[in-house]
């Protein structure tokens, strides 16, 4: 069954570093997402992607966070200058989007745990 | 106001039991509502997704959801030990694309 994929699952970076977190989102999936958990709280949205650009993003994607597509299959997600308050887990999301939009669900891939020092 | 919120339980159940959790939301322009399971430290596992009025079955699994009260619910029938995890309410607002997501109703299913 087709999957979402994150690499690295583990990321240990220093404060003020540039971290780069990678999705393989499923092949025929058009709409692609970055959440976010932090250790005991709810999963937030960071931004939904499709078409080659942003279409909505939350207050927490600010001018320190970027997306990008560079391939046909990769979906990254950069933190410019890392702060200790990005330390959580970053999950990616795809979903099809062919189905009318309200029914068509997001998958998760495994995450990636992000610890700044 | 929360946009949706959840208890946060622990909700403790025997073996076989029903487990019944629940789910309200803000705003009443929602159109389609998600059921999520996450064990610890592991992602978001969609159960099944609802999004008009009434029941919808799948296995073990009921979600029931009910647009006038702005209440969705989950029931878990013959609840399993491997049921236990945190159980996740997500929301999608008409017009966005966004999941919207409750803290999680943790669910423990003792032997």
């Known amino acids: 069954e087709p999957e979402v994929t994150q690499t690295p699952s583990h990321q240990v970076t220093q404060m003020g570093q540039e971290v780069i977190l990678r999705c393989v989102p499923i092949?025929?999936?058009?709409?692609f997402y970055w959440y976010r958990q932090i250790l005991g709280q709810k999963v937030e949205f960071l931004v939904s992607?499709?078409?080659?650009?942003?279409?909505?993003k939350s207050e927490i994607f600010d001018d320190q966070f970027s997306v990008e597509r560079p391939d046909g299959s990769n979906f990254t997600l950069k933190i410019r200058s890392t702060k200790l308050e990005d330390s959580a887990m970053y999950f990616c999301?795809?979903?099809?989007?062919?189905?009318?939009?309200?029914?068509?669900?997001?998958?998760f891939g495994p995450g990636t745990r992000l610890t700044v020092l | 106001q929360k946009e949706v919120e959840q208890n946060s339980g622990p909700l403790s159940v025997p073996e076989g039991a029903i487990a019944s959790l629940n789910c309200t939301y803000s705003d009443r322009g929602s159109q389609s509502f998600f059921w999520y399971r996450q064990y610890s430290g592991k992602s978001p596992e969609l159960i099944m997704f609802i999004y008009s009025n009434g029941d919808k079955e799948d296995g073990r699994f009921t979600a029931q959801l009910n647009k006038a009260s702005q209440y969705v619910s989950l029931l878990i029938r013959d609840s399993q030990p491997s049921d236990s995890a945190t159980y996740l309410c997500a929301v999608n607002m008409k017009g966005f694309q966004k999941l919207v997501f409750g803290t999680g109703t943790r669910l423990l299913v003792s032997p």
């Open positions: 092949s025929n999936h058009l709409y």
């Open positions: 999301a795809s979903r099809e989007g062919t189905s009318g939009g309200y029914t068509d669900t997001q998958y």
């Open positions: 992607f499709y078409n080659n650009e942003i279409s909505e």
